[in-house]
């Protein structure tokens, strides 16, 4: 079974067209939860840190949400520029803090 | 301030040949994890690098081997290639002393096996 389970695997969404993808993990505890994109062609380029349910990072377009079981990135009016992978990743508490990874979300935003 | 640096980018290897890969950390950056990347499996943990020292390892055969340099570049070496090594090879550099999930990937090394 995966520790980090990504949802959808790929979503086209047309531009200003607001959604949310979903990481759903099932560590005991957790350490942190991030999120990364990766544009092809391109290693992953990190975006933010969760720590503890509750918490609520923003960026331009992108808000990522955390509760004990899962974490939304909620893209607001998407921009093509915005078409990328968005990957996730837990690090689990009381173990090695090496994060597992999502297989994550292609993001396709038509103009 | 230069970002994490691989080298080659691009490769093709035959089944049985051996290859190494070139990592240049963030300057400052002690730890150096590599990572292998496939559309079926995702990301993928092949070790970690702290101070020349392996501090984890991820579940790879041992024909995936690594080492760490002094200046904290790293290299990690494939022996015996097999079709289902061809993947694009990340490797990620962090400060390294608190252990944290933020990571500062490459543009990674494509190989393809023949």
């Known amino acids: 079974e995966d520790q980090v389970t990504q949802s959808p695997e790929a979503l086209r969404l047309q531009e200003g067209e607001s959604s949310s993808l979903n990481c759903s993990y099932t560590?005991?505890?957790?350490?942190?939860l991030f999120w990364y994109r990766q544009d092809p062609g391109k290693g992953p380029e990190f975006l933010f840190t969760?720590?503890?349910a509750g918490e609520e990072k923003e960026k331009e377009r992108l808000k990522a949400t955390l509760t004990k079981k899962e974490s939304f990135l909620h893209i607001t009016a998407p921009k093509p520029e915005d078409s990328a992978t968005y990957l996730c990743?837990?690090?689990?508490?009381?173990?090695?803090?090496?994060?597992?990874f999502g297989r994550g979300t292609s993001l396709i935003v038509h103009p | 301030k230069a970002g994490v640096t691989q080298t080659p980018r691009y490769l093709i290897k035959t089944r049985g040949q051996q290859v190494t890969l070139s990592c240049s950390p963030i300057?400052?950056?002690?730890?150096v994890s590599w990572y292998q990347q496939t559309p079926g499996q995702g990301l993928q943990f092949l070790f970690e690098?702290?101070?020349?020292?392996?501090?984890n390892k991820g579940n790879f055969p041992g024909r995936f081997s690594g080492r760490q340099f002094s200046n904290s570049r790293s290299e990690m070496n494939v022996s015996t290639l097999e079709l289902g090594d061809s993947a694009l090879y990340l490797c990620?550099?962090?400060?390294?002393?608190?252990?944290?999930?933020?990571?500062?990937f490459g543009e990674g090394s494509r190989l393809t096996v023949l």
């Open positions: 300057s400052g950056h002690r730890s």
């Open positions: 969760l720590y503890s």
């Open positions: 990743a837990v690090q689990e508490s009381g173990g090695s803090y090496i994060p597992t």
């Open positions: 990620a550099s962090s400060p390294g002393t608190g252990g944290t999930g933020e990571l500062f």
């Open positions: 560590v005991s505890g957790l350490r942190g």
């Open positions: 690098y702290f101070s020349e020292t392996q501090r």
